[in-house]
């Protein structure tokens, strides 16, 4: 879908010091900061973990298991923020004097999401006397009725929105809770389980716990490798708390303060350990930890973070990598496949319905998410895409645009609309749900009906955001490494974004579909890159200049470094 770019409004930048550069201090204020101090990324200034409601008694729980030697099992999701927060929980108890403590993660294709019923069998088969959920459980009823029944403790660790009726669990940790005072509703499932060690190494300090049992107080900044990856993985938003854990994380994975398992992703992904930005855990080590929860199983990706040793780790990674690669091929077939499915359906780019819902019966439920996002980003709608669940049932995966909480509609639909979803969770930007086979049709028009209404067509026209012009002066090394170093970039607090008028000089099709330019502004010529182009417009040779936004990238090739520009749009002019 054609895009505009729009610059982004410039608020007052006079809370910043002076010696901040002023395309910085630019950038900031548009992304909501007011002073400096909003910018501090040390470990002293991040939220106080008792300000999570119920971490007290969550904390509690698990001291006196680990106490008693009592069997504590982990119930993970199958996600890269729930691979990273199983991961945390098993290093982190253990760091915390626990022995006996184990993890399941459910396989997708067996079991399905979260604490079920069937899951709370299966940890009562391996001896659990107290479960412990990441990444999920606030929308478990059922399977925490199950445990309770089984005679299990049940401590949920979770971030997703909860729904009218919470679990009966024995104690709930959610910032996202009713009456949870915790100033970030953004924190990760892995910064949630972070939050829950960090409030069980201090409670254990104020009863003198180690020094009771003989243990050295543990250094817990070895997790936060775990909590920066899971963090910018799953998505969640960049607040100032959460870059504080993804900044700190960084900053000792680029030291080499880090785990093999880590190394060994960051190894196979073609990235620098020792230039590592937070968009590298995104596009180049989550979607490998991810491939193993979308094909395989994501105990797979658990094993690789918890790899004591480089072999060990290197060989996991290196089948992590043949999965992504599957992943991939897998992707780009579905997505053919759904843009065919749209031309049938004889949607022109002007006439495109509010929201689309699509469904295959033999497309692989582990891809779903990401092939939603895909049709997203292109036509700029929310988009459900559906594979074939268990019993006559379809699991969806949903993804939103900015202006349309994807869970709250998904909300409003059940409930005008009883036992048309079967279930539903999520956030304000991805969803999951199941329905039955039988109610594609009417569940695809409602879809589209509900979101129509409550999108305006200026909220579905797509926007590139733009901070401004460049001056060709500031195309250059030292500014990129400037930009980069600002960050961490990542969701609500995006990398820089410039646009400017360029002359081209030349213009390519590399790979299958990416257009490589050279283009002119002043007497500067530079490099740039656009990914997935349209290839019925491009490579367009009547074009002689473009108007372009882009992002500004350090390229390394050789061991030489040079600027490129990372096209995020362009129009011919």
């Known amino acids: 879908m054609d895009k505009q770019i729009r610059r982004r409004q410039q608020p007052s930048d006079i809370g910043f ?46 001291i006196a298991a680990i106490d008693n030697k009592q069997r504590i099992i982990i119930v993970g999701d199958f996600d890269a923020d729930g691979a990273t927060s199983t991961a945390l929980m098993m290093q982190g108890l253990g760091l915390l004097g626990s022995a006996n403590h184990d993890f399941i993660v459910p396989n997708r294709f067996e079991y399905g999401y979260g604490l079920t ?8 088969q391996a001896g659990a006397d107290v479960i412990v959920t990441v990444d999920n459980g606030i929308s478990c009823y059922e399977g925490v009725e199950r445990a309770k029944q089984h005679g299990c403790t049940v401590v949920i660790t979770d971030h997703h929105l909860p729904g009218a009726k919470l679990p009966p669990a024995d104690a709930i940790v959610n910032p996202n809770q009713k009456g949870c005072n915790f100033a970030s509703k953004a924190l990760a499932g892995v910064g949630v389980a972070f939050y829950l060690m960090l409030m069980m190494r201090q409670r254990m300090r104020e009863t003198d716990y180690f020094a009771e049992h003989n243990l050295s107080e543990p250094n817990l900044a070895v997790l936060l490798d775990l909590v920066a ?8 938003s960049l ?48 979607p490998r930890l991810n491939a193993a929860g979308r094909l395989d199983d994501m105990s797979l990706g658990i094993k690789c973070l918890l790899a004591d040793d480089m072999y060990q780790a290197r060989v996991i990674a290196a089948q992590l990598d043949d999965l992504n690669k599957e ?27 509010g929201a689309l819902a699509l469904y295959q019966d033999d497309w692989h439920q582990g891809v779903i998410g990401i092939v939603a996002g895909r049709i997203k980003e292109k036509y700029h709608r929310p988009t459900v895409v559906f594979a074939q669940g268990d019993e006559g049932t379809i699991k969806g995966s949903a993804r939103s645009i900015p202006g349309l909480h994807i869970r709250d509609l998904l909300e409003y639909m059940d409930s005008q609309h009883p036992g048309l979803i079967a279930k539903f969770g999520g956030h304000a930007m991805a969803a999951g749900l199941t329905i039955g086979e039988q109610d594609f049709i009417r569940f695809q028009q409602l879809f589209s009906q509900y979101a129509a209404e409550k999108l305006s067509d200026d909220l579905l026209q797509g926007v590139v955001l733009s901070d401004g012009e460049l001056p060709s002066s500031y195309l250059n090394l030292n500014f990129a490494e400037l930009l980069k170093q600002a960050g961490p970039w990542g ?18 099709i590399v790979g299958d579909k990416h257009l490589k330019l050279v283009v002119q502004l002043g007497d500067l010529v530079i490099d740039a890159i656009a990914f997935n182009v349209d290839l019925s417009q491009w490579p367009n040779h009547q074009c002689q200049s473009l108007h372009m936004a882009y992002k500004l990238d350090i390229n390394e090739f050789r061991g030489r470094q040079t600027v490129q520009l990372m096209v995020e749009h362009l129009q011919a002019l």
């Not at 106080?48 to 698990?62: M, R």
């Not at 990856?229 to 969640?236: E, H, I, P, Q, S």
């Not at 969701?491 to 390519?508: I, L």
């Open 239 to 286: 607040d100032q708390n959460n870059r504080i854990l993804v900044a700190q994380g960084l900053k000792r994975i680029r030291a080499g303060a880090t785990r093999p398992g880590i190394e060994a992703l960051i190894e196979v992904a073609g990235k620098n350990q020792q230039k590592l930005h937070a968009s590298d855990f995104g596009f180049g080590l989550g």
């Open 117 to 124: 019923p069937e899951i709370s069998d299966l940890a009562k």
């Open 17 to 62: 010091g002076e010696d901040l550069h002023p395309i910085l201090r630019h950038i900031y204020a548009s992304r909501g900061i007011t002073k400096q101090e909003q910018l501090d990324q040390a470990l002293t200034v991040m939220l106080a973990p008792k300000q999570l409601l119920g971490i007290e008694q969550a904390a509690d729980i698990l």
């Open 327 to 353: 992943r991939r091929q897998i992707e780009q077939g579905m997505q053919i496949e759904a843009e065919q499915i749209l031309q049938k359906l004889n949607f022109a780019q002007d006439n495109l319905p």
């Open 229 to 236: 990856l899971g963090t910018v993985a799953d998505v969640v």
């Open 491 to 508: 969701q609500n607090f995006p990398e820089p974004v410039f646009d400017n008028t360029f002359t081209v000089v030349q213009q390519r």
